[in-house]
């Protein structure tokens, strides 16, 4: 359900607890049951009490990436509060570890400074009258393409891609590739252009020793590249096998045992020669996985109704591609304006009186907001920010009843009326006409039913 402008709402945030040692089971006859002694368990309820409106001065821009480098980042400006904005330039750049910062390039202080958050939401920092949203993308495994007829599917694992069977490795037993060692990757099926993979032994403490211990150097029916160079690299790859199912064979392809037989495929950043690496024939899968340099991770079954080892043929591929994260290569630059010095096609679209309104209109007895029969009031919304402004109130033989005065520093959208003439009388049930002259903006009118409810005393 939307909300609703102008429209209180209310809630409460509480904490509450379980006390175990108070509650037994719903069969023991001697026991307390739940409710049967009293505990206050939950903290008092405090509501609060919030009001959604549109800024009728807001504008968002987008910062532009400076030639230099590149991402598939992009960077938005929110002017949040428009009297703060301080028409200076600004630049976005980022850190080794890819936070951010944010630099006034007019006085040279960085005003934001190792800002970790790159999601697309609103929960930035607000420096300077502006919200600056650094949007990018995770370092690591963008997207995946299947070429011609695909025989496995995947384990959900959890990672994002693949039924949730493939992704960066160091979401699946860790890695120390760091943020921007990714590359482009594409794994060739083929029985008869092959490698090596190092590999590892789930539970084969019989074999060598420890469970995830290496247990050799042998062929796989496929080949490993980084296709984000030229001329490609071939990469080595790191199989792990599940001691004593039967697709424990020292090659590498999937079965029907539960999990799919665990013949994950790691491939690593690592250029492969053919020969056994000395670091890898040395080290755990898994507790070492943290020191080896490990990009994707790929934990296949079969497809059901294939047969692997007949439908595996040459042409076959699984590419992996990255995502290009900000870095620090990338900056983002962006000038702002101040709303009372734009002109032209920088002047606020909604910095107007278009959307002026009185609530409620029309007004009948009574208004949710007020507290009793005497605090009476009309609101006036959508106002334009940091405007002076005259609101002046006419009955319909066009004599003035109030001139309402607002200052030009307020940033708030509502100005209210309390229903009372310049001389503090309530005014008599009729139409009413309002003037509305803003600075730098023009006038606009408009009229409202007044019907007050009848005044009881309650005391006399």
């Known amino acids: 359900m939307p909300l609703k402008n102008n429209q209180p ?139 011609g007829d695909r025989w496995i599917s995947g384990v959900d694992a959890g990672l994002p891609l693949f039924f949730g069977a493939l992704g960066n490795a160091a979401d699946f037993f860790g890695s120390n590739v760091g943020p921007l060692d990714y590359k482009n990757v594409e794994i060739r099926w083929s029985f008869t252009t092959t490698q090596k993979g190092h590999f590892y032994v789930r539970t084969g403490t019989s074999v060598c020793g420890s ?26 790859v ?55 340099d490990v990009l994707y991770a790929l934990w296949p079954r079969i497809r059901p109704g294939h047969v692997p080892a007949d439908e595996l043929a040459d042409g076959q591929k699984l590419i992996i591609r990255k995502n290009n994260p900000n870095n620090p290569g ?52 959508n106002l334009p920010p940091n405007k002076a402004m005259k609101i002046k109130i006419y009955n319909i033989a066009g004599d003035l009843l109030r001139t309402l005065e607002r200052p030009g520093n307020t940033t708030n959208p509502e100005f209210e009326w309390d229903l009372k003439t310049a001389a503090g009388l309530w005014v008599a049930s009729g139409i009413y006409v309002w003037v509305i002259e803003a600075d730098g903006l023009g006038t606009t009118f408009g009229k409202m039913a007044i019907f007050p409810e009848v005044e009881q005393l309650d005391t006399f």
């Open 9 to 147: 709402y209310y809630f409460a945030v509480t904490a509450y607890s379980y006390d175990y040692l108070n509650i037994t089971p719903f069969n023991d006859p001697g026991g307390n049951f739940l409710g049967y002694i009293t505990e206050t368990l939950e903290s008092p309820i405090v509501p609060y009490s919030v009001k959604p409106f549109t800024f009728a001065g807001s504008v968002s821009q987008v910062a532009t990436q400076v030639p230099a480098g590149s991402s598939d980042g992009v960077t938005y400006v929110e002017y949040i509060y428009p009297d703060q904005v301080t028409g200076d330039d600004y630049e976005v750049n980022f850190n080794d570890d890819l936070t951010w910062n944010l630099t006034n390039l007019a006085t040279g202080e960085t005003i934001l400074d190792s800002v970790v958050t790159q999601a697309d939401d609103y929960g930035y920092p607000v420096a300077e009258g502006i919200q600056v949203r650094v949007v990018g993308p995770a370092p690591g495994a963008k997207e995946y393409e299947w070429v």
């Open 211 to 236: 469970s995830y211990c290496y247990s050799g150097f042998f062929d796989v029916p496929f080949t490993a590249w980084d296709v984000s160079t030229s001329p490609e690299r071939q990469l080595n």
């Open 238 to 292: 790191l199989i792990a096998e599940q001691f004593g199912n039967v697709c424990f064979d020292s090659t590498w392809l999937p079965c029907d045992e539960d999990g799919a037989g665990r013949e994950y495929i790691f491939v690593t950043n690592s250029t492969y020669t053919g020969t056994e690496d000395a670091g890898y024939a040395s080290q755990n899968m898994l507790n070492d996985a943290g020191d080896m």
């Open 330 to 381: 990338v900056k983002y630059t962006f000038s702002t304006t101040k709303p009372e010095e734009a002109t032209g096609e920088d002047v606020v679209i909604g910095n107007d009186l278009s959307n002026v309104k009185t609530v409620p209109n029309p007004y009948y007895a009574f208004y949710p907001e007020e507290t009793d029969q005497f605090d009476r009031i009309v609101k006036f919304i």
